[in-house]
């Protein structure tokens, strides 16, 4: 069983940075995706950016250019990061971190971090 531990969210002003990181636990196999996605109140959740095992990265259009995703094995352990900057109000959400197997034989999500950006 694969876990996932998220931190780094928080309250920032608009217009600074915030860092997250998800660190995955337990056996991890397979080529596989680590991404971020967020939920905001009445929203679905929606993807805010991805990275493959091998690197390749896609991010969605609001934050390209602010957020820089990567990854890296940290103590053993596969850890996703997400770098925000340029914060704006509307990127306020609960940020969940999430492991993909590229088959589908695997789909983990973390318990979500809030962010909160005020004006």
């Known amino acids: 069983q694969v876990q996932l531990v998220e931190s780094g969210g928080g309250l920032v002003q608009y217009g600074g940075s915030l860092r997250l990181s998800c660190a995955a636990s337990g056996t991890i196999f397979g080529i596989n995706v680590m991404g971020w996605y967020r939920q905001s109140p009445g929203k679905q959740r929606e993807l805010v950016a991805v990275?493959?095992?091998?690197?390749?990265?896609?991010?969605a259009d609001s934050v390209k250019g602010r957020f820089t995703i990567s990854r890296s094995k940290d103590n053993g352990k596969d850890t996703v990061y997400l770098q925000m900057n340029s914060l704006k109000p509307e990127d306020t959400a609960v940020y969940y971190c999430n492991l993909a197997e590229a088959l589908g034989r695997y789909d983990y999500w973390g318990q979500g971090t809030q962010v909160t950006v005020s004006s």
């Open positions: 990275i493959t095992s091998g690197g390749s990265t896609n991010y």
